[in-house]
Protein backbone atom coordinates (compact mmCIF):
# COMPACT_ATOMS: atom_id res chain seq x y z
CA UNK A 1 0.00 0.00 0.00
CA UNK A 2 1.27 3.43 -0.76
CA UNK A 3 1.69 5.84 2.03
CA UNK A 4 2.40 9.16 2.06
CA UNK A 5 5.84 10.79 3.69
CA UNK A 6 5.38 11.73 7.15
CA UNK A 7 6.74 15.24 6.41
CA UNK A 8 3.86 15.60 3.63
CA UNK A 9 1.29 13.86 6.17
CA UNK A 10 2.26 16.22 9.33
CA UNK A 11 2.06 19.22 6.47
CA UNK A 12 -1.49 18.13 5.30
CA UNK A 13 -2.49 17.35 9.11
CA UNK A 14 -1.39 21.06 10.53
CA UNK A 15 -3.13 22.53 7.75
CA UNK A 16 -6.44 21.24 8.14
CA UNK A 17 -6.27 21.22 12.05
CA UNK A 18 -5.20 25.25 12.12
CA UNK A 19 -8.13 26.11 9.68
CA UNK A 20 -10.25 24.42 12.03
CA UNK A 21 -8.60 26.39 14.65
CA UNK A 22 -8.89 29.74 12.76
CA UNK A 23 -12.70 28.89 12.28
CA UNK A 24 -13.11 28.29 15.93
CA UNK A 25 -11.49 31.67 16.89
CA UNK A 26 -14.31 33.29 14.67
CA UNK A 27 -16.91 31.34 16.65
CA UNK A 28 -15.60 32.48 20.02
CA UNK A 29 -15.39 35.72 19.15
CA UNK A 30 -19.55 35.37 17.71
CA UNK A 31 -20.03 34.03 21.13
CA UNK A 32 -18.03 37.19 22.82
CA UNK A 33 -21.16 38.36 25.00
CA UNK A 34 -20.22 34.68 26.83
CA UNK A 35 -17.10 36.31 28.37
CA UNK A 36 -18.73 40.12 29.85
CA UNK A 37 -19.76 39.78 32.96
CA UNK A 38 -23.33 37.72 33.30
CA UNK A 39 -21.92 35.28 30.78
CA UNK A 40 -20.35 31.45 31.34
CA UNK A 41 -17.45 32.57 30.60
CA UNK A 42 -17.20 35.64 32.39
CA UNK A 43 -13.75 36.05 34.73
CA UNK A 44 -15.57 35.82 37.35
CA UNK A 45 -16.90 33.09 36.79
CA UNK A 46 -13.49 31.34 35.42
CA UNK A 47 -11.99 32.26 38.76
CA UNK A 48 -14.40 30.37 40.88
CA UNK A 49 -12.97 27.16 38.94
CA UNK A 50 -9.44 27.77 39.80
CA UNK A 51 -9.50 27.54 43.49
CA UNK A 52 -6.89 29.17 45.00
CA UNK A 53 -5.56 30.93 41.40
CA UNK A 54 -5.08 34.66 41.78
CA UNK A 55 -8.17 36.12 39.97
CA UNK A 56 -6.65 39.28 37.84
CA UNK A 57 -7.65 41.20 34.86
CA UNK A 58 -4.59 40.22 32.80
CA UNK A 59 -5.93 37.38 31.13
CA UNK A 60 -8.90 38.56 29.76
CA UNK A 61 -7.01 41.84 27.97
CA UNK A 62 -5.36 38.94 26.41
CA UNK A 63 -8.69 36.89 25.40
CA UNK A 64 -9.33 39.47 22.13
CA UNK A 65 -5.56 39.37 21.12
CA UNK A 66 -5.37 35.70 21.46
CA UNK A 67 -8.34 35.29 19.18
CA UNK A 68 -7.08 37.31 16.72
CA UNK A 69 -3.85 35.75 16.12
CA UNK A 70 -5.37 32.35 16.74
CA UNK A 71 -7.77 33.25 13.65
CA UNK A 72 -4.38 34.96 11.75
CA UNK A 73 -1.96 32.79 12.57
CA UNK A 74 -4.40 29.78 11.73
CA UNK A 75 -4.80 31.00 8.00
CA UNK A 76 -1.24 31.60 7.71
CA UNK A 77 -0.28 27.98 8.55
CA UNK A 78 -3.32 26.56 6.48
CA UNK A 79 -2.04 28.60 3.46
CA UNK A 80 1.81 28.05 3.68
CA UNK A 81 1.95 24.88 6.21
CA UNK A 82 3.70 24.44 9.10
CA UNK A 83 7.00 23.25 8.12
CA UNK A 84 7.59 25.90 5.52
CA UNK A 85 9.96 29.05 7.20
CA UNK A 86 6.58 31.43 7.63
CA UNK A 87 4.59 28.63 9.11
CA UNK A 88 7.15 27.36 11.21
CA UNK A 89 6.65 30.86 13.43
CA UNK A 90 3.07 31.15 12.43
CA UNK A 91 2.40 27.66 13.90
CA UNK A 92 4.08 28.68 17.34
CA UNK A 93 1.77 31.63 17.21
CA UNK A 94 -0.87 29.75 16.61
CA UNK A 95 -0.21 27.20 19.40
CA UNK A 96 0.58 29.95 22.15
CA UNK A 97 -2.83 32.23 21.22
CA UNK A 98 -4.53 29.09 21.19
CA UNK A 99 -3.62 27.62 24.61
CA UNK A 100 -3.66 31.57 26.20
CA UNK A 101 -7.63 32.01 24.68
CA UNK A 102 -8.34 28.29 25.95
CA UNK A 103 -6.64 28.97 29.39
CA UNK A 104 -9.47 31.93 29.32
CA UNK A 105 -12.24 30.16 28.68
CA UNK A 106 -11.71 27.45 31.12
CA UNK A 107 -15.39 25.72 29.93
CA UNK A 108 -16.96 24.06 27.48
CA UNK A 109 -14.10 22.28 25.71
CA UNK A 110 -14.29 19.14 23.73
CA UNK A 111 -12.29 16.30 22.46
CA UNK A 112 -11.60 17.50 19.03
CA UNK A 113 -9.82 21.16 20.81
CA UNK A 114 -7.31 18.88 22.74
CA UNK A 115 -6.59 16.60 20.07
CA UNK A 116 -6.18 20.14 18.01
CA UNK A 117 -3.47 20.91 20.59
CA UNK A 118 -1.80 18.18 20.79
CA UNK A 119 -1.16 18.15 16.70
CA UNK A 120 -0.15 21.70 17.11
CA UNK A 121 1.91 21.01 19.48
CA UNK A 122 3.61 18.04 17.71
CA UNK A 123 3.98 20.52 15.01
CA UNK A 124 5.68 22.72 16.93
CA UNK A 125 8.42 20.43 18.24
CA UNK A 126 8.44 18.30 14.77
CA UNK A 127 9.01 22.09 13.01
CA UNK A 128 11.69 23.83 15.08
CA UNK A 129 14.19 25.09 15.00
CA UNK A 130 14.24 23.17 11.52
CA UNK A 131 12.37 20.23 10.86
CA UNK A 132 14.26 17.40 11.23
CA UNK A 133 13.06 13.66 9.76
CA UNK A 134 13.57 11.71 13.28
CA UNK A 135 11.54 14.55 14.96
CA UNK A 136 8.52 14.47 12.20
CA UNK A 137 8.37 11.04 11.96
CA UNK A 138 7.88 10.71 16.25
CA UNK A 139 5.37 13.69 15.50
CA UNK A 140 3.20 11.47 13.22
CA UNK A 141 3.75 8.44 15.36
CA UNK A 142 2.56 10.27 18.53
CA UNK A 143 -0.73 11.57 16.50
CA UNK A 144 -1.01 8.49 15.10
CA UNK A 145 -1.57 6.74 18.63
CA UNK A 146 -3.46 9.36 20.45
CA UNK A 147 -5.83 8.94 17.86
CA UNK A 148 -5.87 5.56 17.83
CA UNK A 149 -6.33 5.58 21.91
CA UNK A 150 -9.04 7.97 20.99
CA UNK A 151 -11.04 5.89 18.51
CA UNK A 152 -10.47 2.70 21.17
CA UNK A 153 -11.41 4.13 24.01
CA UNK A 154 -14.46 5.77 22.97
CA UNK A 155 -15.34 2.30 21.46
CA UNK A 156 -14.85 0.03 24.25
CA UNK A 157 -16.58 2.92 26.63
CA UNK A 158 -19.73 2.24 24.30
CA UNK A 159 -19.60 -1.74 24.39
CA UNK A 160 -18.98 -1.53 28.07
CA UNK A 161 -22.21 0.63 27.93
CA UNK A 162 -25.88 -1.36 28.46
CA UNK A 163 -27.68 1.90 27.09
CA UNK A 164 -25.54 1.59 24.19
CA UNK A 165 -25.48 -1.95 23.71
CA UNK A 166 -29.68 -1.45 23.99
CA UNK A 167 -29.37 0.47 21.03
CA UNK A 168 -30.79 3.56 22.81
CA UNK A 169 -28.05 5.76 23.53
CA UNK A 170 -28.26 7.35 20.00
CA UNK A 171 -32.14 7.91 19.65
CA UNK A 172 -31.86 9.62 23.38
CA UNK A 173 -29.27 12.15 22.37
CA UNK A 174 -30.36 12.70 18.97
CA UNK A 175 -33.90 13.90 20.86
CA UNK A 176 -32.11 16.75 22.72
CA UNK A 177 -31.74 20.70 21.88
CA UNK A 178 -28.32 20.43 22.75
CA UNK A 179 -27.13 17.76 20.40
CA UNK A 180 -30.11 16.52 18.47
CA UNK A 181 -31.77 17.54 15.32
CA UNK A 182 -35.56 16.43 15.24
CA UNK A 183 -35.26 14.71 11.48
CA UNK A 184 -32.90 12.45 12.70
CA UNK A 185 -34.95 11.97 15.85
CA UNK A 186 -37.82 11.05 14.18
CA UNK A 187 -36.35 8.55 11.96
CA UNK A 188 -35.04 6.46 15.13
CA UNK A 189 -38.07 7.31 17.28
CA UNK A 190 -39.72 3.75 17.24
CA UNK A 191 -37.33 1.78 15.05
CA UNK A 192 -35.56 -0.55 18.32
CA UNK A 193 -34.03 -2.28 15.26
CA UNK A 194 -32.35 0.02 13.03
CA UNK A 195 -31.47 2.48 16.38
CA UNK A 196 -29.11 -1.14 17.65
CA UNK A 197 -27.64 -1.40 14.34
CA UNK A 198 -26.35 2.57 14.08
CA UNK A 199 -25.40 2.23 17.95
CA UNK A 200 -23.56 -1.18 17.22
CA UNK A 201 -22.12 0.37 14.38
CA UNK A 202 -20.71 3.21 16.02
CA UNK A 203 -18.90 0.85 18.39
CA UNK A 204 -17.50 -1.56 15.77
CA UNK A 205 -15.98 1.52 13.64
CA UNK A 206 -14.67 3.23 17.18
CA UNK A 207 -13.03 -0.22 18.77
CA UNK A 208 -11.49 -1.63 15.40
CA UNK A 209 -10.26 1.56 14.06
CA UNK A 210 -6.93 1.17 14.87
CA UNK A 211 -6.58 -2.11 13.59
CA UNK A 212 -6.64 0.00 10.02
CA UNK A 213 -2.94 0.36 11.12
CA UNK A 214 -1.77 -3.47 10.58
CA UNK A 215 -4.28 -4.59 8.21
CA UNK A 216 -4.99 -5.01 4.38
CA UNK A 217 -5.38 -1.99 2.17
CA UNK A 218 -9.43 -2.45 1.94
CA UNK A 219 -9.96 -2.37 5.92
CA UNK A 220 -7.74 1.22 5.55
CA UNK A 221 -10.10 2.45 3.00
CA UNK A 222 -13.07 0.96 4.57
CA UNK A 223 -12.24 2.03 8.19
CA UNK A 224 -11.36 5.87 6.76
CA UNK A 225 -14.22 6.12 4.80
CA UNK A 226 -16.30 5.00 7.63
CA UNK A 227 -14.70 7.74 10.07
CA UNK A 228 -15.29 10.30 7.70
CA UNK A 229 -18.63 8.88 7.61
CA UNK A 230 -18.87 8.75 11.13
CA UNK A 231 -17.70 12.50 11.65
CA UNK A 232 -19.60 14.11 8.93
CA UNK A 233 -22.81 12.76 10.45
CA UNK A 234 -22.19 13.88 13.68
CA UNK A 235 -21.86 17.03 12.47
CA UNK A 236 -24.98 17.27 10.05
CA UNK A 237 -27.10 15.63 12.78
CA UNK A 238 -25.32 16.22 16.45
CA UNK A 239 -23.56 19.87 15.50
CA UNK A 240 -20.47 18.30 16.13
CA UNK A 241 -18.39 20.40 13.68
CA UNK A 242 -15.56 20.73 15.62
CA UNK A 243 -14.46 17.06 15.25
CA UNK A 244 -13.81 16.47 11.61
CA UNK A 245 -11.16 18.83 11.22
CA UNK A 246 -9.28 17.51 14.37
CA UNK A 247 -10.02 13.86 13.92
CA UNK A 248 -10.32 13.33 9.60
CA UNK A 249 -7.50 16.38 9.44
CA UNK A 250 -5.35 13.52 11.37
CA UNK A 251 -5.89 10.74 9.07
CA UNK A 252 -2.99 11.77 6.88
CA UNK A 253 -0.69 10.96 9.46
CA UNK A 254 -2.79 7.33 10.51
CA UNK A 255 -1.73 6.64 6.58
CA UNK A 256 1.80 7.84 7.23
CA UNK A 257 2.45 5.81 10.50
CA UNK A 258 0.88 2.51 8.65
CA UNK A 259 4.81 1.25 7.95
CA UNK A 260 6.38 2.50 11.35
CA UNK A 261 3.03 0.58 13.33
CA UNK A 262 3.64 -2.50 11.05
CA UNK A 263 7.66 -2.32 11.36
CA UNK A 264 6.74 -1.89 15.19
CA UNK A 265 4.54 -4.85 15.72
CA UNK B 1 22.55 18.84 19.21
CA UNK B 2 20.09 17.54 16.85
CA UNK B 3 20.09 14.48 18.14
CA UNK B 4 19.96 15.16 22.00
CA UNK B 5 16.45 17.64 20.73
CA UNK B 6 15.07 14.64 19.01
CA UNK B 7 15.97 12.37 21.63
CA UNK B 8 14.23 14.81 24.29
CA UNK B 9 10.86 15.40 21.97
CA UNK B 10 10.85 11.17 21.79
CA UNK B 11 10.71 11.11 25.43
CA UNK B 12 8.48 13.87 25.68
CA UNK B 13 6.17 12.22 23.31
CA UNK B 14 6.60 8.65 25.18
CA UNK B 15 5.30 9.73 28.38
CA UNK B 16 2.36 12.22 27.13
CA UNK B 17 1.65 9.01 25.23
CA UNK B 18 1.52 7.06 28.27
CA UNK B 19 -0.27 9.78 30.60
CA UNK B 20 -2.98 9.32 28.06
CA UNK B 21 -3.30 6.15 28.83
CA UNK B 22 -3.12 6.16 32.37
CA UNK B 23 -5.81 8.81 32.12
CA UNK B 24 -8.51 6.63 29.95
CA UNK B 25 -9.05 4.85 33.18
CA UNK B 26 -10.71 6.52 36.28
CA UNK B 27 -8.03 5.91 38.81
CA UNK B 28 -8.10 7.48 42.19
CA UNK B 29 -4.57 8.35 42.41
CA UNK B 30 -4.32 9.69 39.07
CA UNK B 31 -6.31 12.41 40.06
CA UNK B 32 -3.38 14.24 42.05
CA UNK B 33 -1.62 14.34 38.78
CA UNK B 34 -4.20 15.27 36.40
CA UNK B 35 -5.05 18.07 39.15
CA UNK B 36 -1.97 19.65 38.18
CA UNK B 37 -2.71 19.26 34.19
CA UNK B 38 -3.67 23.18 33.62
CA UNK B 39 -3.14 23.33 30.10
CA UNK B 40 -6.17 20.11 29.83
CA UNK B 41 -3.08 18.58 27.59
CA UNK B 42 -4.06 15.24 28.85
CA UNK B 43 -7.47 13.60 26.90
CA UNK B 44 -10.04 11.69 27.78
CA UNK B 45 -11.83 10.38 25.16
CA UNK B 46 -15.18 8.66 26.05
CA UNK B 47 -17.21 11.00 23.74
CA UNK B 48 -20.60 10.24 25.04
CA UNK B 49 -19.91 7.01 27.49
CA UNK B 50 -20.79 5.21 29.04
CA UNK B 51 -23.85 7.02 29.85
CA UNK B 52 -24.53 10.09 27.57
CA UNK B 53 -26.50 13.31 28.16
CA UNK B 54 -30.46 12.44 27.11
CA UNK B 55 -32.02 15.92 28.60
CA UNK B 56 -31.06 19.40 28.10
CA UNK B 57 -30.21 21.36 31.13
CA UNK B 58 -31.77 24.85 31.66
CA UNK B 59 -30.43 27.23 34.27
CA UNK B 60 -33.12 29.29 35.90
CA UNK B 61 -33.05 31.99 38.41
CA UNK B 62 -35.26 34.33 40.14
CA UNK B 63 -35.88 37.25 42.96
CA UNK B 64 -37.12 37.53 46.08
CA UNK B 65 -38.47 40.84 46.61
CA UNK B 66 -40.60 41.49 50.03
CA UNK B 67 -40.66 37.73 51.05
CA UNK B 68 -42.67 37.18 47.74
CA UNK B 69 -40.30 35.09 45.20
CA UNK B 70 -40.81 36.35 41.44
CA UNK B 71 -41.17 34.50 38.13
CA UNK B 72 -37.92 32.26 37.16
CA UNK B 73 -35.93 33.71 34.13
CA UNK B 74 -33.79 31.50 31.57
CA UNK B 75 -30.23 32.57 30.99
CA UNK B 76 -30.43 31.43 27.44
CA UNK B 77 -28.66 31.63 23.88
CA UNK B 78 -30.14 31.77 20.60
CA UNK B 79 -31.42 28.59 19.37
CA UNK B 80 -28.33 26.91 17.07
CA UNK B 81 -28.73 26.80 13.40
CA UNK B 82 -29.54 23.03 12.26
CA UNK B 83 -28.88 23.67 9.06
CA UNK B 84 -25.56 25.67 9.30
CA UNK B 85 -24.16 23.47 12.17
CA UNK B 86 -22.10 21.66 10.84
CA UNK B 87 -19.95 23.94 9.67
CA UNK B 88 -20.79 27.61 11.67
CA UNK B 89 -21.71 26.40 15.70
CA UNK B 90 -20.81 29.02 17.76
CA UNK B 91 -23.60 28.50 19.95
CA UNK B 92 -22.24 24.92 21.21
CA UNK B 93 -19.44 26.87 23.73
CA UNK B 94 -22.31 28.03 26.10
CA UNK B 95 -24.32 25.56 25.99
CA UNK B 96 -21.46 22.95 26.71
CA UNK B 97 -20.03 25.20 29.17
CA UNK B 98 -23.58 25.15 31.42
CA UNK B 99 -24.02 22.00 30.62
CA UNK B 100 -20.86 20.42 32.53
CA UNK B 101 -21.20 22.87 35.76
CA UNK B 102 -25.02 21.72 35.94
CA UNK B 103 -23.44 18.08 35.63
CA UNK B 104 -21.10 19.23 38.12
CA UNK B 105 -23.28 20.58 40.47
CA UNK B 106 -25.36 17.81 40.65
CA UNK B 107 -22.75 15.28 41.08
CA UNK B 108 -21.69 17.28 44.06
CA UNK B 109 -25.41 17.87 45.61
CA UNK B 110 -25.43 13.45 45.22
CA UNK B 111 -22.45 13.33 47.02
CA UNK B 112 -23.17 15.73 49.44
CA UNK B 113 -25.99 14.46 52.26
CA UNK B 114 -27.28 14.28 55.36
CA UNK B 115 -25.22 16.95 57.39
CA UNK B 116 -22.67 17.80 54.96
CA UNK B 117 -25.96 18.93 52.04
CA UNK B 118 -24.35 22.32 52.41
CA UNK B 119 -20.86 21.37 51.10
CA UNK B 120 -22.19 21.27 48.04
CA UNK B 121 -22.67 24.82 47.71
CA UNK B 122 -18.76 25.14 48.38
CA UNK B 123 -17.79 23.56 45.35
CA UNK B 124 -16.35 25.63 42.09
CA UNK B 125 -19.03 24.75 39.62
CA UNK B 126 -21.62 25.58 42.41
CA UNK B 127 -19.64 29.30 43.02
CA UNK B 128 -19.43 29.28 38.77
CA UNK B 129 -22.80 29.10 38.39
CA UNK B 130 -23.44 31.63 41.41
CA UNK B 131 -21.36 34.31 40.08
CA UNK B 132 -22.97 33.75 36.40
CA UNK B 133 -26.41 34.12 37.83
CA UNK B 134 -25.42 37.14 40.31
CA UNK B 135 -24.50 39.09 37.33
CA UNK B 136 -27.78 38.92 36.01
CA UNK B 137 -29.59 42.42 35.32
CA UNK B 138 -32.53 43.17 37.58
CA UNK B 139 -31.09 42.52 41.04
CA UNK B 140 -32.37 44.71 44.06
CA UNK B 141 -29.37 45.53 46.30
CA UNK B 142 -30.04 43.62 49.52
CA UNK B 143 -32.89 41.12 48.03
CA UNK B 144 -32.67 37.34 47.70
CA UNK B 145 -31.85 35.24 44.47
CA UNK B 146 -31.93 31.31 44.06
CA UNK B 147 -31.08 29.68 40.77
CA UNK B 148 -32.03 26.18 39.49
CA UNK B 149 -31.20 23.54 37.02
CA UNK B 150 -34.07 22.40 35.18
CA UNK B 151 -33.71 19.32 32.53
CA UNK B 152 -35.72 19.05 29.32
CA UNK B 153 -36.13 16.38 26.56
CA UNK B 154 -37.44 15.82 23.40
CA UNK B 155 -38.56 18.42 20.59
CA UNK B 156 -41.82 18.78 21.61
CA UNK B 157 -43.57 21.72 22.08
CA UNK B 158 -44.97 20.47 25.83
CA UNK B 159 -41.67 19.32 26.46
CA UNK B 160 -41.73 17.58 30.06
CA UNK B 161 -39.52 19.66 33.00
CA UNK B 162 -38.37 17.85 35.59
CA UNK B 163 -36.69 19.81 38.36
CA UNK B 164 -32.61 18.24 39.44
CA UNK B 165 -31.13 21.30 41.20
CA UNK B 166 -32.09 24.08 43.41
CA UNK B 167 -29.69 26.44 45.01
CA UNK B 168 -29.99 28.25 48.63
CA UNK B 169 -30.88 31.64 48.48
CA UNK B 170 -28.19 34.19 48.11
CA UNK B 171 -28.07 37.81 49.20
CA UNK B 172 -27.28 40.01 46.38
CA UNK B 173 -24.42 42.35 47.38
CA UNK B 174 -24.94 46.08 47.62
Known sequence: MITPEPLAALDLTGRVVALGVALWSLELLAVRAAFADGGVFAPAVAGSLRLGAKQSRRPDRCLYPA????LGAGVVVAAAGPMSQVGRV???ALLIAYVAARQRRVLGG???EQLAAIVLVAAVLAALPVPSSTR???????IAAEVGLAYLTAGVAK????MWRSGAAIPAILATHTHGHPVAAALLADRPRLSRFVCWSVIAVESLFPLMLFGPTWLVVATLTAGLAFHAGCAVTMGLNSFPWSFVGSYPC?????????SLF | MESVWSLCVGALFACWLAGSVVNQFRLG???KVTAHDRFMLLPRWTFFAPNP?????????????????????????APPNRWLWWLWNPGRYPRKAVSDLAAAVMTGAAAATGSDARLATLSPAYIALLQCVMAQPGAVSGGLRQFAVVHSRTFAAQRPLQVAFVSEWHRVEP
Open chain 1, 254 to 262: LLAAIPLAR
Open chain 1, 67 to 70: LLVQ
Open chain 2, 29 to 31: SWR
Open chain 2, 53 to 77: GRTDPHLVFRDCRDCEPGPWREIGW
Open chain 1, 110 to 112: DGA
Open chain 1, 90 to 92: AVL
Open chain 1, 136 to 142: VALAVGF
Open chain 1, 159 to 162: AISP
